[in-house]
């Protein structure tokens, strides 16, 4: 597990930083136009690395970092700007779509290494020989059988030809 999947909240905090240093340095380009425009990105890059728990987490620090640092003055409690109330909910709604939509992906991505080792110890635990092929029939995994049947290592014939690796003939005519 990475240090981004260990800490999420501490990458999350991280990317939230970063992005409201980020916008500041934008202020006198920007001025009050756009406050949650570099947030996105640290939404994006905490999900990334952190998962789901990172991106919300993002989510909510971008947009207490953005309410405080670049619509303080328009929050007024006898009269808050609709405008900012609609952007905030905006901005956490597309946060949270980011985040579910990155967690799911991790979640396939887990599936799949989970899968693909599954598939590796099976292949390497058969007594017979294996010879695995791309859909071009080029050689992408031996199992320790076939290794020693064929003499190559499955470093040396990744991306051979399965002809150049394993040669039939036939039993009685050696053909």
Do not use: C
Not at 97 to 105: D, E, K, N, T, V
Not at 129 to 158: F, H, K, Q, Y
């Amino acid at each position: 597990m990475t240090v981004a999947r260990r800490y999420p909240y501490l990458v999350a905090l991280a990317a939230a930083s970063v992005a409201a240093a980020a916008r500041l340095a934008l202020t006198p380009v920007l001025h009050d136009d756009m406050p949650y425009l570099t947030f996105f990105a640290a939404v994006m890059t905490a999900s990334w690395y952190g998962g789901l728990p990172a991106g919300l987490a993002a989510t909510v620090f971008s947009s207490i970092a953005a309410v405080t640092l670049f619509l303080r003055p328009v929050w007024d409690t006898t009269r808050p700007d609709v405008s900012h109330i609609v952007s905030l909910t905006l901005f956490g709604l597309t946060g949270w779509l980011i985040s579910a939509m990155s967690g799911r992906l991790h979640q396939a991505w887990d599936g799949e290494r989970l899968e693909s080792e599954r598939l590796r110890t099976t292949l390497h635990s058969i007594g017979d020989g294996v010879i695995v092929t791309d859909a071009d029939g080029l050689v992408s995994l031996l199992n320790p059988v076939a290794e020693r049947l064929t003499g190559w290592s499955t470093a040396e014939a990744t991306g051979t030809p399965l002809s150049d690796v394993f040669r039939i003939e036939h039993e009685d005519t050696r053909r």
